[in-house]
């Protein structure tokens, strides 16, 4: 004869294996994004670094 089980719902889930949706729902929000962006930003450069890149372009001696 089975006796009718004293465990919650929920609780039962949990022993299965199987969580709530709610907990489902929080693990996922803290994962990271793993989507590859479409088009990665930009770079900027300041006036500063352009004229530093092109004196020392202008100082190379050999080509390459």
């Known amino acids: 004869m089975l006796l009718p089980s004293t465990e919650s719902p929920v609780n039962a889930a949990q022993n299965n294996g199987h969580a709530p949706a709610k907990a489902q729902n929080e693990t996922v929000a803290s994962r990271p994004d793993p989507e590859v962006k479409q088009r ?3 770079r900027t ?4 670094v352009k004229l530093r890149i092109l004196a020392e372009a202008d ?4 080509t390459g």
């Open 45 to 48: 450069f300041t006036a500063a």
């Open 59 to 62: 100082a190379c001696k050999q």
């Open 40 to 42: 990665a930003p930009r």
